[in-house]
């Protein structure tokens, strides 16, 4: 667009803005599981981070919610270049932070450079730190974007939120700035963090017309007072209803329960480095020792036998409608304690008074898990003790704190822990190579309790190598098979999340993962 | 009685050394606890910059150099940025937000209290008075505040946090304070108990015979102990103020001593542990004045009688 009519576009876009406020003028206000810990996308942690962070920022691709296609508001074309290891992106013209500047290439720039300065403390940045090699300013609005190595997917490498160059000194960014309370986008909302919420003020753009002027976020406390909150239109929608509570979201007229595919899988990792668990034939008796139908119907409520269940079963670290989880191999659904008996025979394990004991010592397992779990399965911890005490062992119990599990369980220093229940989420992009290879350097950096096995690391390597996206299917295919087979993890379930919203609120399609990547489509009120 | 002096002087003292003490607490707790806020960010195993971020919140050289860094910005007004609480906000205003929130619903119930005990002064509030006061005073604050809070939510629910809300949550607060953990019951049956004591005092009876007002001769006796009820009445609701301030989220500084503690946001406790220990202070230095004021007149020589 040539500078001449800049000023009419502008003109236009506030026309826009104000029509927007006068035909809506709503604010939509919702629950999320807590408040975000912080807007800035560097230091994302958790999902309400993720979530918060969507509705304020554009990530340079993004799968479309509707097709699965890797698409971008802010790109106008791009290329591979230097044979693989390089792309070429254009942005579009008349892209606007939320301060008014103009983004270009040169904020892509920072942004790949932000996150490749090892004084920046984040670990999304280090994540990106084995993707990215560095990014050159050919143009106002092209940039090079160079890669480590060639990727089968680099579209998906760039899925990264793009930071304004302008609102920072440098690249070593800081989590402690008002950047992480004020942040400064290109997204949908202007997002602004209090004490007890945050709030998103629409902001039209070139590539952004929400229709909803407002958004309020706010903590959601008591999952029934949510509920009957929404019953009563003090609030309109709740990111995440547990499970015990959907039926009475179901059955109210002016609400509606909607899908959000989270991709979350349920686990139990095992640590395979403690010489009672070393032994894989100890780790299947434990596979098998669990009931897997009774623990869901415990403490999801899924009744035996239950047409579409919230709480589906896996075999391997995939959800079923992954294309990398492998079909042939069997979940274990129910118990199966003559075979778990036979198996810790042959290990070496004899039952004395009801217990079982390795090395003329009884087993004491040290199971810890992820406190917040509770809140979508209670008293799984329990559940899970109750039903390892009746196959045998002795047990101790302990929740772990988020920070704690941050700190200690995802860097692998929670060496104490014999089983440790836990949840991963993932987007569209399925990435487990950090959790099972070995750990070493930048590499199985979420590898919790040390596991190392050439098989699984061949797999992960395979799926590197992989050019194609049948042959990295292929690679974890295998990868599923050898996990399964040697159990660093014990696979519970895939559990859907469901959000409620009223039915005043229309066109609310709910993102993979992201949830408000398509935010502009809502409405409500007007 | 020589002497009488050293116990308000001593007071001053603590007065003096409570700011400064009670920084260097928070900071040996800090590093007696396992640990580091800055591997919650970053963990140092799986993420580079951990030490650049452990040296910008000071925590790479010990807690002396943290307390004397910290102390030496607290003194120019600095207390850096929340690490996690709300991130990157500076402390300080923070602080300007919590301060007066505390104050009006410290000062506030602490006015209710004070009233208590002049009632139970006068005889305006009765043994009746009292035993209903106790009565209700037997619930804890938390019970009396989740109650309040969950009414609240219920009335008010996604606007829990508008200013409608706010001021019911301050009303509420108050109320809480006053009434829980016998804070008002307490006062009243202190000031009673106190003044019937020093009404069985032969002076008094002599005082009554003369035709004088029973009050008038028992208050200088009973002021330094009516003086020394009234602040740990203060403390007390200091203390309770944490509790209310939590269960009903008001935005005070024991909300942030509280949320900052569970966040390991120590910038922010340190800051709010120190306005308490500042509040504390300024109440043993108004004892402390009191007792000498008081001192000062009681034991100046009546008029007519020669030194």
Redesign the interface.
Known sequence: MTAPFRPIRAWLVGVAAVASLLLTGAQL???EESLP??L?PL?AQSMVDFRAQELVFDRIFYHDPVDNQIVSRVVERSELAEGGKAYRVTLKDGLRWHDGKAVGAADLCFTVEAML???????I??GYRTVLAGCEVESERVALVMFTRVFHNPKERLGFALLPKGAFTGT?I????????HPIGSGPYKGG?????VTFEAYANGHHAARVNQL?L?EG??PI?QV??LK?K???GIVAVAPPLRPDVSAADDLQLKSYDLRSWWFIAVNTKRPALADKRVRQALDRTLDRTELRTLTIGVKPGEQNSPCEFISGPFVQSSPFYNRAVPTRDKSDRATASRLLTEAGYKLVGGLWQHNGQPVKLNIGMLAPLDKEAPELLQQISNQLGAGGFDRVETRISV??W??RV????ATEFDLLVGKWSFGVVEEVNQLFETRTGAKG??NIFGYSSPEADAAVAAYNAARTDTAAADAYHKLHAVLADQLPYLFLWKLDTKSAWRTEVRGNTISPYFYWTEVDGWTFGG | MAGWWLRPLLRLGAAATLPLVVPALVAAVVWALP?DP??????R??????A??AA??RLDAGPWAFYQAWLGDALGGEFG?????????PVAE?LTEAVPNTLVLVGAAGLLVTLAGLGGLTGALGARAEALARAVGVAPAVLLGLLAA?SI??R??????GPDAASWRLVAGVAVLVLADGAFGGALAGARAATAAERAARYVGVAVLRGEAPLDNMLPNLAPALVGQLRARLVQLLSGAVVVEVVL?L?GVGDLLWTGTL??DFGVVIAAATVFAVFSAVLLAAQAVAELIIGGVVRRVPEGLAS
Do not use: H
């Open positions: 206000s919702f629950y810990g912080t800035n230091y300065d090892p004084k920046t403390p984040s670990r940045a280090q070593a800081a989590p402690d700035t008002d950047f992480s309370v963090k209090g004490k007890r919420g309020s706010q406390g008591d007072v009957n909150t009563q003090s609030a309109q920070d704690d941050n700190r995802v860097t692998g220093q950096a979420f | 640990g800055a591997e919650i960010i970053c963990p195993s799986t993420c580079t910059g951990g650049e971020l910008r919140w940025r929340s690490w996690r609480v709300l991130q990157g906000v923070l969950a939510e219920l008010y629910g996604a606007d829990a946090f989220r935005d966040l390991q």
